[in-house]
């Protein structure tokens, strides 16, 4: 069984910073965030492969990180020069034997 789970949301002014986590991952399985504006659906922001490949929508290349910590059990999303357009509720996700999973999700709020 795999759990997920995020910590790292809060709130912070445009232009700062946060790193979210995400515990419970398989090591050699791909993770994803994403992220929940308020009223809309969820949609990907950035995935990281086993084998640490990485890709990002356009909206957070050049702004996002996503890493695996040495542990390897924990991805993590570094987000910078935050915008009142990435408010919402970040989840992050995995496939393993051919189920998804979620964690709980963490609030992230961008005042301006």
């Known amino acids: 069984q795999v759990q997920l789970v995020e910590s790292g949301g809060g709130l912070v002014q445009a232009g700062g910073s946060l790193r979210l986590s995400c515990a419970g991952i398989?090591?050699?399985?791909?993770v994803d965030w994403y992220h929940q504006a308020p009223g809309k659906q969820r949609e990907l922001v950035a995935a990281?492969?086993?084998?640490?490949?990485?890709k990002y929508v356009d909206s957070a290349k050049g702004r996002f990180i996503i890493s695996r910590g040495n542990a390897k059990n924990t991805v993590y999303l570094q987000m910078n020069s935050l915008k009142s357009e990435d408010t919402g509720v970040y989840y992050c996700?995995?496939?393993?034997?051919?189920?998804?999973?979620w964690g709980q999700g963490t609030q992230v709020t961008v005042s301006s």
């Open positions: 398989i090591s050699i399985a791909t």
């Open positions: 996700h995995t496939k393993w034997i051919g189920r998804d999973y």
């Open positions: 990281i492969t086993g084998d640490e490949d990485t």
